[in-house]
């Protein structure tokens, strides 16, 4: 099993979806988080769920929750309050809404990432898949700089850091669930 911590966001607004993704059914469990996380915890000793508010899951889980900003949507106040409530030097981090990534995409990340790097990153065909890799607490403070100038963008963050990029082929492992035919998608490939 992985020692670092594995953080799942489920904490977005899902405005595309039309409901909260974190909540929708999938496979055999109840909610497509309760999916992950078990998935997740085959893998990693220490899962945690990024949210706003845990009073949304019915399910007992160690919740994170993002209180720095309630009115801001966006994975940046998700990484801040992961860093400020533990204390490790790295997490991995991947989004509720791609059920498909593989232990061994999880495993080539952590394969590739080094302890002078500011994050390791997937990417499918050239294009930054920000929600899946690993983040190291030297982004903190960056962090922090891009909340308090409303800076919400990942790929500014990774393309100003020291980061590795790994490149996969599989289109159908990084499918995101971001709309209601995705979703359906994802049920047939289930």
């Known amino acids: 099993m992985l020692d670092i911590p594995c ?8 405005s595309r979806m039309g409901e ?11 909610t497509l988080t ?56 790295k997490i991995f981090v991947i989004s509720v809404d791609t059920p498909f990534i593989t232990e061994d995409i999880i495993n080539k990340l952590i394969l590739h990432d080094t302890a002078t790097s500011d994050a390791t990153i997937a990417l499918l065909d050239s294009k930054l898949q920000p929600m899946c890799g690993i983040y190291h607490r030297s982004l903190k403070s960056t962090f ?6 409303n800076n919400h963008k990942l790929g500014y963050l990774l393309k100003s850091s020291h980061t590795n ?18 979703y359906k998608k994802a049920l047939t490939l289930i």
């Open 144 to 149: 922090l700089n891009m909340l308090e100038h």
């Open 34 to 89: 309760q999916y992950q996380l078990h998935k997740l915890q085959k893998s990693f000793k220490n899962v945690y769920i990024s949210c706003k508010d845990k009073r949304k899951f019915s399910f007992h889980a160690n919740f994170i929750e993002d209180v720095q900003a309630n009115n801001v949507y966006a994975p940046t106040t998700g990484f801040i309050a992961c860093f400020e409530k533990l204390k490790t030097e």
């Open 7 to 14: 953080i799942l966001f489920a904490g977005g607004k899902s």
């Open 165 to 182: 990029y790994v490149t996969f082929e599989d289109k159908q492992a990084f499918l995101n669930l971001n709309n209601q035919d995705d």
């Open 20 to 30: 909260d993704k974190a909540l929708l059914p999938f496979g055999n469990f109840p």
